[in-house]
Structure formats: C-alpha cells, structure tokens
T-cell receptor, first 115, second 117 residues
Framework: EPEVTQTPSHQVTQMGQEVILRCVPISNHLYFYWYRQILGQKVEFLVSFYNNEISEKSEIFDDQFSVERPDGSNFTLKIRSTKLEDSAMYFC????WGGGGETQYFGPGTRLLVL | AQTVTQSQPEMSVQEAETVTLSCTYDTSESDYYLFWYKQPPSRQMILVIRQEAYKQQNATENRFSVNFQKAAKSFSLKISDSQLGDAAMYFCAYRSKLGGSNYKLTFGKGTLLTVNP
C-alpha cells in the first residue's frame, strides 16, 4: 500500500541553524501539507501546496518557513533560522486532490529538537 | 474560523468493551467533512473513519462507528470490542468543503485512550 515517507525521523539542531525536512508524498497525489505538533498539544496546520505554489498558510508559517517541491517526488519544509519553540513533531500529508474531501494521508513525522 | 473540541483528555476501557469518544465542533458551513485520526505511541497519524456532513447515515468501519448529530454539531466515535492495539491518542478533525484552498484539517486536542487487559 502506498504511503507517505519522511526523513529524517529525528533531527537535533542548534538554535539559529537551518533545517530541511523531507517528505515523499504518495506518487499520484496532488495536494501536499505540512502540520506540526508541539509535545502534548494538538496538531496544527502550517501550509498547503498545490500546483507548485502555496495554496494556504497559517499564521505560524512566517518568513522563516518555506516549502518546495524540487522534483517530481520530494516535498520539503525549510526552517531558515530555528528557534527553541520550533521544537515539535512535523508531519507531512498528501491527498490525491482537495476538492472532494479526499483523505489526507500522513507520514510518520520528523521529530525536531532545537537546542 | 472553525473550532474542534474534545472534552475528554483521557478515557479508559476494558478489553472487549465499548467506549465512546466525544467531539464537538463549531462552524457556520453547511457541508464539510469530519475525521477521526488515531495516533499510537509511534506518533504516526492514521485515519480511522470519515464522515461527510451531507450524508445522514453514520459512517462505520469494522469495529469503529460514529454518531454524527449535525444539528448539535457533535461527532462521537464508538469503538466496539476494544482491543489492546486500540490504545492511542484519538484526534477529531474538521475539513471545510468550500471551494478555493480551504483544505486544511483543523484538529481537536485529542483524547488519550487506554485499554486495560
């Protein structure tokens, strides 16, 4: 069964460093998403991406964040200068299209720790 | 903006028994989607069940069923014949059906379900 994959599973970084989180969505999917979950809190939407551009972003997704689909398979989230409060689990999700309420399938997450 | 409320931070159930997890939501839209996701200790988010608001029939998936009360804006999850593997955090989520780009999921805070042997 196709699944969303994410790398790395864990990342530890120093405050102020740049990190890139990688995701490989399900191959025929067209809509891609990033969510984050701070430990003990609910899952929060960051950004959605369709047709090589951002379709929606939350107030969390400020200028420190960017997303890219550099090739036909990868979808990345970059945090330019990490802060302590960026420590969280980051989930990538994909759906085959968005208009019909199609299910978003989640990857296993990347646990980011900023020291 | 839509909000999703899960009023039970924790629930427990005996193996083979039935448990119901509550979820309420607030929206001004008439058509939308509701989901229950399960997050086991591995922290992967796994879809449990999905409901389309315009469908009056409650969704079911094997031992999992929902009680969707649209007027009350309530969407509870019933797990029958609970198994040890059902132990997880359960999140209720809302998704708009409006056009444009309102495809994000809005999650509740979750309910931690413990299954006792």
């Amino acid at each position: 069964e196709p699944e969303v994959t994410q790398t790395p599973s864990h990342q530890v970084t120093q405050m102020g460093q740049e990190v890139i989180l990688r995701c490989v969505p399900i191959s025929n999917h067209l809509y891609f998403y990033w969510y984050r979950q701070i430990l003990g809190q609910k899952v929060e939407f960051l950004v959605s991406f369709y047709n090589n551009e951002i379709s929606e972003k939350s107030e969390i997704f400020d200028d420190q964040f960017s997303v890219e689909r550099p090739d036909g398979s990868n979808f990345t989230l970059k945090i330019r200068s990490t802060k302590l409060e960026d420590s969280a689990m980051y989930f990538c999700a994909s759906s085959d299209w968005g208009g019909g309420g199609e299910t978003q399938y989640f990857g296993p997450g990347t646990r980011l720790l900023v020291l | 903006a839509q909000t999703v409320t899960q009023s039970q931070p924790e629930m427990s159930v005996q193996e083979a028994e039935t448990v119901t997890l509550s979820c309420t939501y607030d929206t001004s839209e008439s058509d939308y989607y509701l989901f229950w996701y399960k997050q086991p200790p591995s922290r992967q988010m796994i879809l449990v069940i999905r409901q389309e608001a315009y469908k009056q029939q409650n969704a079911t998936e094997n031992r999992f069923s929902v009680n969707f009360q649209k007027a009350a804006k309530s969407f509870s999850l019933k797990i029958s014949d609970s198994q040890l593997g059902d132990a997880a955090m359960y999140f209720c989520a809302y998704r708009s059906k409006l056009g444009g780009s309102n495809y994000k999921l809005t999650f509740g805070k979750g309910t931690l379900l413990t299954v006792n042997p």
